[in-house]
């Protein structure tokens, strides 16, 4: 049990919600979820038989917050990665404070590296995926938002290792920007046996400082069609994608593909209850 402050690199975290360090350098500020993050959460609240006893991935988990909504609706594990020595830290601590600790585990590292050979139930992903020529936006790392000039430095390689972590059965969610090209992630997991379905569209503000960063053949490109602007303000199309295999297998073998589950499944018969 954490009684006190608790250093967390430059910053202090301390109940009931993070304060900045007087020395802070980066404010752990620069984690809060976004709207894109509230956006997952709703549509994986939606899902709850998904998420029930999921052996549960997140790549970028950030502050964690994602991964404790997902341990609040009955996943069975919660594995975190991000690049950010923080965020590992962040997310630890928040799945400590809130009694997950021990279905928990967090990797700092890039992409699926720290999970090579391992498969899950559910991948959760909340990438940078902007398409900004600059993703130095104030208040933020770099690394929140660096996505290349095409938005999709880090989403093609997250879709690409998809088919190598999926469990039979399995599930992803991602948040995906209308303006990054939903048809171009349609077809990619396509050639690898996937199917991409929108279960949420939402629009989020495409706030000044962004906007000045986009890559402004995206931008022209996309105005009017995923982008919409009224007179200095700017919304963009939030896509929450749902990704499984092209011919899903009935939810009874997926209750077994995970290895993990199927190992915990041998000991009793698979329409038993849990
Ligand atoms: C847009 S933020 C989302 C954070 C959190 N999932 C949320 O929704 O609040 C993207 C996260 O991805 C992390 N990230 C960036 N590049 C990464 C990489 N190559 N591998 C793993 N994580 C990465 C960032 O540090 C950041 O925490």
Redo the contacts with the bound molecule.
């Keep these: 049990m954490q009684c006190g402050p608790q250093e967390l690199g430059s910053v202090v975290l301390s109940r009931p919600g993070p304060t900045l360090d007087n020395r802070a350098g980066v404010p752990l500020a620069a984690?809060r979820?976004?709207e894109?993050?509230a956006a997952?959460i709703q549509a994986l609240r939606a899902r709850r038989t998904v998420v029930r006893d999921a052996y549960v991935l997140?790549?970028?988990?950030?502050?964690g917050?994602?991964l404790a909504a997902l341990a609040d609706l009955g996943a069975a594990s919660l594995c975190g990665?991000?690049?950010?020595e923080d965020?590992v830290a962040s997310g630890t601590l928040l799945l400590d404070e809130l009694g997950h600790g021990e279905r928990a585990e967090f990797h700092q590292?890039?992409?699926w590296r720290p999970v090579a050979g391992r498969r899950f139930d559910l991948i959760v992903?909340?990438?940078?995926h902007s398409a900004l020529v600059d993703a130095h936006v104030p208040g933020r790392?770099a690394?929140?938002?660096?996505a290349g000039a095409d938005g999709r430095r880090?989403l093609d390689p997250f879709l690409e290792g998809l088919g190598r972590h999926l469990a039979p059965g399995g599930r992803a969610y991602i948040?995906h920007n209308g303006f990054v090209g939903l048809d171009r992630s349609r077809r990619m997991l396509a050639r690898a046996g996937f199917t991409l379905e929108v279960v949420l569209t939402t629009l989020v503000n495409l706030h000044d400082e962004k906007l000045a960063r986009m890559t402004p053949g995206v931008l022209a490109a996309e105005e009017g069609r995923t982008i919409h602007r009224h007179g200095p303000y700017a919304f963009a199309e939030l896509h929450i994608a749902e990704i499984a295999a092209s011919a899903a297998p009935s939810r009874q073998l997926r209750r077994s593909g995970s290895p993990r589950r199927a190992a915990r499944d041998r000991s009793r018969p698979v329409d038993a209850p849990s």
């Design positions: 984690l979820p976004s894109y993050t997952l997140e790549i970028g988990s950030g502050s917050v994602v990665i991000d690049i950010e965020a590292g890039d992409m992903a909340n990438l940078p790392r690394t929140w938002s660096e880090l948040t």
